[in-house]
């Protein structure tokens, strides 16, 4: 999966499970390892809504 968005400042990814977010001149990264919170990023950030099943389908966890 891979999902990316412009933001006021900067930008966010998601690749796989690793999330990247650029705001100005500060940054954050990391590697999601819980699936609900992949859901949740998924749906506030980047407003794509995914069910549990589809989750489990993308084989990440």
Known sequence: ???SIVLPNGF???M???Y???SGTDTASGEITDPRV???RMSLLFGIDLSVEDIAALKLF
């Open 1 to 3: 999966m891979i999902a």
């Open 12 to 14: 966010a990814s998601l």
């Open 16 to 18: 796989g499970r690793t």
């Open 38 to 40: 992949y859901r949740i």
């Open 20 to 22: 990247r977010r650029r």
